[in-house]
């Protein structure tokens, strides 16, 4: 029989952020699976570290580059191309041989996670289940300790590696707004805020979940402030920091 394949959400770094399933299945598994760069242990594989009794086969699937090329470079496409082929045979496998296969993903597998091209490749050919995780931006809005978006706001997940034209025009188009992939792109995504008068209600998180968390008002940072990859940028929707009330017409989740 061949194996089965699971794509794991383990949270955003916190290890009892773990779902109940999530852990099951990591303690089922034949072979835990993990995106990682060379010479590191991986984030996804380090939050379930206490949980992995070490009967696991493990295949770090090691990144050929992160940002030594530009994103728009086309040997960059070809090269993560190439990984992702190199890690689907070597998955294909052990799935062949009726192995099961759990791919770690931080916070959610479908959501903005490496995961989702491995799951493209094998989920026509394998049982496939995906365990949902709990997400970096959920979990900083609770580590922000503030209403985040209520009603009829919306929101919008933006990636902060948008040129400032395409997020300008997004965020000025949303009441609550995550920006995600800060990184090295902090200072222009900073200035790009104070600019659409958008800083003073912006929250900045680093780490969430881990103990060097950080989670602090944006405008506190300096203007030429570095972030980690680790990183992202909550500004909550006025209605929800007001706590207005609904209306009855409204339909809320």
Request: charge should be negative; charged fraction near 20%; include cysteine.
């Amino acid at each position: 029989m061949k194996g089965r394949l699971f794509g794991v959400g383990v949270g955003p770094g916190d290890p009892e952020l773990l779902t109940l399933k999530a852990l099951r299945i990591l303690q089922q598994v034949d072979v835990i699976a993990y995106f990682t760069r060379k010479g590191k242990l991986g984030h996804a594989r380090a939050i379930v570290g206490p949980h992995l009794s070490g009967f696991h086969h493990e295949e770090p699937l090691v990144y050929p580059l992160t940002t030594e090329i530009s994103a728009r470079d086309p040997r960059y496409a070809a090269a993560l191309d190439a990984f992702y082929t190199q890690s689907e045979a070597r998955l294909r496998a052990h799935l062949e041989a009726g192995r099961s296969v759990a791919i770690l993903s931080e916070g959610d597998p479908l959501f903005f996670g490496s995961y989702m091209h491995l799951h493209v490749r094998l989920h026509d050919d394998y049982e496939t289940q995906v365990i949902p995780g709990i997400t970096a931006m959920s979990a900083s809005w609770a580590a922000m300790k503030r209403p985040f978006c209520q009603g009829q706001e919306v929101v919008s997940v933006l990636p902060g590696t948008l040129g400032d034209e395409q997020l300008a025009l997004h965020l000025e188009r949303s009441d609550a707004i995550v920006i995600m992939k800060v990184g090295r792109h902090l200072a222009r995504i900073r200035q790009l805020l104070d600019r659409l008068q958008l800083l003073d209600g912006a929250q900045y998180i680093e780490y969430c979940g881990q103990p060097s968390e950080r989670c602090v008002p944006l405008s506190q940072l300096a203007p030429d402030d570095a972030a980690p990859y680790l990183s992202l940028i909550l500004v909550p929707g006025a209605r929800a920091l007001s706590a207005a009330p609904i209306v009855a017409n409204e339909v809320t989740g």
